[in-house]
C-alpha cells in the first residue's frame, strides 16, 4: 500500500530556552545547515551558539507562538488533514528536527499497511540545508 510522508523543518517544543537550545542543537549540529567540518561545527555551535541564543531565540518564538502550539506545526497538522481529506493515501506528518519526528512519522505509516512511501518535504525550493537533509534522514 502507498502513503504519503509529509516533513517539515520542525520546532522546538516550547518558547522557551530550555526547549530551543535541544532543537536549535540538532538543527546547527546538521552538517547540511552548517558546511563546516564537525569539530569546528561543535565549536562554533556548542561552544558559541548555544551559550546565548536559545535564550533569545526563545524570545523571538514567543511573539509568534499560537495558543495551539507552534505556528509551524499547526500549519503542517492542518495541510496533512486537509491532504488526508482528498486522498485514500494514509498520510503521516513528520518534522526534520524537533520532537515530531520523521521516524515516528515513518511508524505510523508502517503501522497501517504501508510499504511504499510517497515523500514530500515541504520546502519551496531545493536546498542543502532543507530539503536535500529531509531526502538523507529518509533513507
Known amino acids: 500500500m502507498k502513503g504519503v510522508l509529509l516533513v517539515n523543518l520542525g520546532s522546538p517544543e516550547s518558547p522557551t530556552a530550555k526547549a530551543v537550545k535541544p532543537y536549535l542543537d540538532e538543527f546547527l549540529m546538521d552538517e547540511r545547515v552548517i558546511d563546516v567540518n564537525k569539530v569546528l561545527r561543535n565549536i562554533i555551535v556548542r561552544g558559541i551558539i548555544l551559550q546565548t541564543r536559545p535564550r533569545k531565540s526563545a524570545k523571538a518564538y514567543a511573539k509568534i507562538w499560537w495558543d495551539e502550539g507552534s505556528p509551524l506545526i499547526v500549519l503542517s497538522e492542518r495541510f496533512a488533514e486537509k491532504l488526508k481529506s ?33 515523500l514530500v518535504p515541504l520546502y519551496p525550493h531545493y536546498a542543502m540545508s532543507s530539503y536535500e537533509t529531509v531526502v538523507v534522514k529518509t533513507m
Open 86 to 118: 482528498h486522498t485514500d493515501m494514509p498520510v503521516a506528518l513528520g518534522m526534520r528536527y524537533g520532537t515530531m519526528t520523521i521516524k515516528n512519522a515513518w511508524q505510523a505509516l508502517k503501522d497501517k499497511g504501508v510499504d511504499e512511501v510517497l
